[in-house]
């Protein structure tokens, strides 16, 4: 396998050009790519001939002309042969924008960035983590700046990587199989909904405001943790039949708990009922949804490097023998448990306060699928592969949009293949080092 | 509220609990052998009812309708249901070769994923051929209704119950009495050893696929003629809840599965007139459409005191995983 790795490197001299640049090096360009297209983006799609600025590197106009092609195909509106132009100009956008300046960035500053890594690397890792945290939000922030709906699909996706952790946790880690995370975002949706709609805004389901505040929004936290405790003292209900027995029990316990979470909101009048609730302020910006994103895969990866998360690995491994190992098995398992509901109902407390807007429906069979999919595309036992799996497959469902109803053709196929050459997903069991990730690349 | 309210009700659950009862077959039948649940099931009985509209439509072209038909509407309907049966047990074959054999030495969880992917697919090629507007199956049988004492009995019902019953009755002659059954319980009593004794596990697992495709599909038929409208996503609501019930039963047990399938239907419809009960007694306002609440919560509670089913066998800590 080494061999092959170097042989592959020594003939191809793009791959070794690119494996030695440091994270540092990509998120700088970058920056350099989204400040390009917030100051020549709009001038240069106008003279391709483009309406707007291509949203998604081009992908998504690819695809909206293939989208008119299958509808012509299927007797809709006649296909029009200059539509076929889109594609070349997105092309030709996204060469000068993003890849022509990135390319040559990293020939002029690759090295600098990479002896600059170097010489930071003896510094904490607060430092280094920090620096590269702050280019990347600002890339993010640049480039979402552009139009609203980069803004709310760069949202959902830090949220979905938020969840896919949480759910990794339990089916990764763990080795149990969860069906009930839309029930946990559900109920963290309507508990942080409850807390801030509830307390501070007047609503129509709610009634008038309890306080009167203009600094209200510093209570989000508390409102987030509020969603993600009531997640988690109602994992409780699952966590305490289900952890006597293995197998699949706690797949079907949790699918039970899924469909009583969501009749119990679709019931509840108090609550909107199959209404739901909206108004919810807007307190989830990009920065705060950032932060709390950035606080959970930091937490969650410290808890599954930790002795704690060592100990679940040995459990779902094998139980018997973790249990002679003196670890506790039960505490070991519902800490696990509680703590990947927790995260899932923060997640879904962002959810609600980005959509501005929460019904049960939301958080059914389908919610199910999309999150499972995440995870067992990207990886099990691997926040690297949770990162992944949640970017590519809300990219992909964003980029795959035009297409309309073959989206859920698509995507399950893909999946499909992903699981039968790699069951256990792309990246699983791969360990998230921080350090080596901001960390210098050696030159082959 | 009198009693023969309750015989109203009991009659209608027992017609629920055979739509339930033979799609839970089919999970439990596959979870018996591969160790697997098929998460595609519910859609393979969506699937199924299609195949019925389609056969059920071409046979009436074929025959012709109203007084000039050559063959009277029960031998249609007979028709229709042993056609499309045989048709769809293809698809759960099909499902069979593409999501699962692939996966048979991954973890459990993946082929989980695959299955729940297929189904996806599954509705969206319906959505996408046929259209989003909802089908209407056509009425094979005169539907009259008998007055038994104050029960309204329609025929069809009579009809569901009786056919349903009858399939298990045979599934249970085939896994009992016949060479193939044989081979069947015997890979779900040892999965490893079994093969190397000469038994085709590729065919035996193809064909479990194939029958439970093929008791969804008639499934499928029969709740297309209590309730004539087809959707493309009544499979995912009417799979889980099968599915729900297979596990009630206990994972792998035949018997178990028919019994949960009525006693599913038996809750879900008795929890209305329960809700009635409740609010007269104690001056309370429920709403009825609390059903799955209360439906689910009763499961969850059985499943806690008793969590290998009802019939189910406890096994040993680890299964293949």
Known sequence: MEDNMTLSRKTRPIWRFFSGLPMLAWLLGGLVGALLEQTFGLTLANAMGLSKIPVLFGINTTFKVVASIIDSLRGGDVFLASELLDIPSALIYVLCIFVLPMGLFFKVAGKACNSLVRAMSHMPLIVTATLHLTIMFSVFHIWAGMSDYRLITLKLMLIAILITLSLNIINGYMGEFSCSHPGFMALGAYGASLFSVGLFVDDKVLGAPVFEWAQAYLTFPLALIFGGLIASLWALIIAIPSFKTRGDYLAIISLAFLFIVKSFFENVQAMGGPRGLSGQPDWATLPVVFLVVIAGVWIINNFVTSTMGKALNAVRDDESAAEAMTVDTRKT????????????????????????????AMFGVQKLAEVLA????????????????????????????PLGIFKWICIPLLLILVM????????AFRDFNIRSMFGPREEK | MSITFLFQNLVNALQWGSFYALIALGYSMVYSILMLFNFAHGDIFMIGAYIGLGVAMSLLALVGTGAAAILPGWAILVLTILISMFLTSFVGVFVERVGYRPLRNAPRASAAITGLMIGIILETGILIFLGAERLKFPQLIESTTYNLGGVFVTNKKIMIVLVSISLMLALHQFVKRTKYGMAMRAMAFDFAVVPLMGVPLNTIAAMTFGIGSALAAAAGILFGLAYPVLDPYMGVTFGWKAFVAAILGGRGSIMGACVAGFMLGFIEVMVVPLIMVVNKLFDMNIGSNLRDLIAYSIILVILIYRPHGLFGESYSSKLRL
């Open chain 1, 333 to 360: 398992k519902m800490t696990a448990f509680l703590f990947g509901a927790f995260w899932a109902g923060v997640a879904g407390g962002l959810f609600a306060h980005v959509l501005r807007y929460v019904n049960p």
């Open chain 1, 420 to 427: 039968i050459y790699r069951p256990t997903g792309l990246f």
């Open chain 1, 374 to 401: 995440m995870v067992y595309f990207g990886g099990l036992n691997s926040v690297t592969g949770s990162i992944i799996g949640a970017v590519s497959i809300s990219v992909l469902g964003e980029a795959l949009r």
